[in-house]
């Protein structure tokens, strides 16, 4: 599944139901690689995928720290995470 | 300490685990049910997801600033994930203190960025609940 060039990118509560999928690995590009990079990739499969990921509520994670910005850049190896806000307690 | 687990847990044994024999003058204790989320439909149940890994990490975090602001002697923080009936325990937050007053803020505390920040999901029969702006009012109080 994993090979030396790629990232782990996990979905959470609806956005992994609705994508169909929860966790999967992914090969990025030996060229300066952010987050808001991974959202256009991951945007490119469809409406259903640009319109939950572009949504401003959408939270994403890098390697379990919660991002402000797009513009971390990733690195082989890396968890990246996107969510809908937390609702436990 | 921090658990998140499918169990169940005994109040009673977690409210012992609190107390520091002679140090601990105020023990708060609070317990999240889940409640009744549709009516008619008896015993559907609820989902709870977590993000393994991150969710610990963050409950860490949240206990370590409690401890920073007051002067606590134990802090206990379960929360359950899994399925869940009305009913149903889901999350306990126990603090021990010398005096209430640090105890009962603790407790709140916690409570409140744990809502906001812990990485946790509710599902109520097919239907992911949404985040409430009252529970980020209640976080930001703390900043």
Redesign the interface.
């Known amino acids: 599944m994993s090979d030396i060039n790629s990232i782990k990118v ?1 979905y ?3 956005l992994g ?1 609705e994508f169909g999928i929860a966790e999967e690995h992914l090969t990025i590009p030996r060229v300066p690689f952010h987050v808001s990079s991974l959202k256009k990739l991951l945007s490119a499969r469809g409406e259903q995928w640009k319109n939950r990921l572009q949504a401003s ?1 959408i939270l994403c ?1 890098v390697n ?1 720290e919660v991002q402000q910005g797009e513009d971390i850049q990733l690195n082989p190896g890396d968890e990246i ?1 996107f ?7 | 300490m921090i658990r998140v687990q499918k169990e169940d847990f005994d109040l009673t044994a977690e409210y012992h685990k609190l107390i520091k024999k002679g140090e601990s003058g105020a023990i708060v204790t609070f317990v ?1 049910l889940v409640r009744d989320f549709n009516k008619g439909r008896v015993n559907e149940s609820m989902l ?4 393994p ?2 969710t610990e ?1 963050v409950l860490k975090k949240i206990e370590q600033e409690a401890r920073q602001r007051w002067r606590l002697l134990e802090t206990t923080i379960i ?1 359950r994930v899994g399925e869940l009936l009305s009913g149903d325990q ?2 306990l937050v126990g603090v021990s203190s010398k005096h209430r007053s640090d105890a009962f803020s603790a407790a709140q505390f916690i ?1 409140d960025i ?10 109520e029969g097919e239907h ?4 409430k702006s009252s ?1 980020d009012k209640a976080a930001a109080r703390w900043l």
């Open positions: 996990l959470f509560a609806s139901e509520n994670a379990q995470a969510f809908p806000p937390v609702t436990g307690g | 999240g709870l997801q977590h993000y890994g991150m990490k929360h889901i999350v409570m744990l809502k906001s920040e812990a990485p946790f999901w509710k599902k992911w609940v949404e985040a529970d």
